[in-house]
């Protein structure tokens, strides 16, 4: 960790279809940690589930509702 240099963690969101597939390219984008992260991930559901990881770590899954 360098001094006085702030690491903006990265995370990569992906979008499944209904048969649990990844359904387009992952997005990367980085925000300032998981609280924001999982925010703005949670605006990608629509008709797909998401996914969020920050490196190996899966931070939340969120399904979609069916009734959309």
Known sequence: VLQGVAIVPSYRVYLFDRANHISRP???VEYTGDREAIQKASQFVDRHD??????SRLVMRFPHDPRK
């Open 26 to 28: 992952m997005k990367t």
């Open 50 to 55: 998401v996914e969020l990881w920050e490196r």
